[in-house]
Nanobody, 115 residues
Framework: QVQLVESGGGLVQAGGSLRLSCAAS????????MAWYRQAPGKQRELVAS???????VYADSVKGRFTISRDNAKNTVYLQMNSLKPEDTAVYFC?????????WGQGTQVTVSS
């Protein structure tokens, strides 16, 4: 079964950048969509960005123009490039993959943005 492992989180100052990676243990060729979600303390998990097979992307209004989701099928990896980070972007970021047979999640990676 495919597993997802996120990496790239850390502590960054406001205005800085981070690139998150989500590596799949198996092929993501047949995936229908992949997405990044985040969950801040005391808040519900929310969609940050998603990319469906074919290339269409969706972004949360709060990250439009700052974050970019991309996918490398050869590396079975999805990325989230985060620029102009703000303290309100602080959260645990989760990767998600939707297949015809179900949905899987990674374990999450912490992103902390200091003011």
């Amino acid at each position: 079964q495919v597993q997802l492992v996120e990496s790239g989180g850390g502590l960054v100052q406001a205005g800085g950048s981070l690139r998150l990676s989500c590596a799949a243990s198996g092929s993501i060729f047949s995936v229908n969509a992949m997405a990044w979600y985040r969950q801040a303390p005391g808040k519900q998990r929310e969609l940050v960005a998603s990319r469906i097979t074919g290339g269409s992307t969706v972004y949360a209004d709060s990250v439009k123009g700052r974050f970019t989701i991309s996918r490398d099928n050869a590396k079975n990896t999805v990325y989230l490039q985060m620029n102009s980070l703000k303290p309100e972007d602080t959260a645990v970021y989760f990767c998600n993959a939707v297949f015809q047979w179900g949905t899987i999640w990674g374990q999450g990676t912490q992103v902390t943005v200091s003011s």
